[in-house]
């Protein structure tokens, strides 16, 4: 029996989201790339998300990411709104509480189809991230390009429940410079799980403009730890006050480093595309 998807976006970062209530879903890395590639039969995305039933009291679901590589992923905050939407239409409800693998993640209605989501407290010790060896995340010994004019170097590390590297750039990268420098660093041999690449020129203390190279998907049009994840570093370098507008070329996320408990608050939008059925071929 084919089953039913969603397909949703976050400021054009776009998930098929899958309800597994009913029926289990176990896909391979296979199954995930056929889904996610985009045109030749499949549906094309840069994530799949399931929607699984709750495994702990307090939640509403657990749920679970998967790269458009095949790969799972620990946390995706665009598809975190995407699902918090999802649950608390479902639900009738105006907030919703879920588990996944890096942890619990909560969320509220912040007006019509927009979401602020609790992400939890970054990680920022090097073995959290990890990093393959020790040191000042805040200031990791990292350079691309030639040794005498390096394109970008001594970036920030964050661990939002899954890796970033953040460089502070002096202006907007173009897609170019991302995927080529985003491509080198992503399977640098000190990020032993890889990492997510973001570019962040910082317009101002609560203004900063993003681009990110996402591990297993590439460019995206947004990606929400990413987010998170620039405006925790652009704090720890006394760059931004605790609460920014994060903007990419598809629009804007605000991103609060929260003094009081040291978690990460994104508010941004959701979007639901539209609704079809997995083919045949996926039976997982
Ligand atoms: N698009 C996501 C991040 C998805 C996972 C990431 N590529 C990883 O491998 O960690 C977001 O909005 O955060």
Redesign the pocket.
Known sequence: MSRTFLKMN?LG?DFVVIETLTQPFDPSAEEIRAIAKRGQGGIGC??VVAIDPPKSEGASAYVR?W?ADG?E???????TRCVAWLLMQSGGKDHVAFDTSAGRLSGVMAGDKRVTVDMGPPRLDWNQIPLSEEMDTARVELQVGPIDAPWVHTPVCVSMG??HVVFFVDAPVTDEFAQKTGSLVEHHPLFPE?V?VGFAHVVSRDHIKLKVW????GL?A?????ACAAQVAAVRRGLTDRVATVEFESGPLVIEWREADGHVIMTGPVALEFTGKLPETVSA
């Open positions: 976050g970062n840069d994530q990411f790269n790969e992923a620990g946390a995706c905050g665009n598809g899954n890796p890889g997510n996402e591990r297993g998907a995206t947004a990606c929400g730890t990413g």
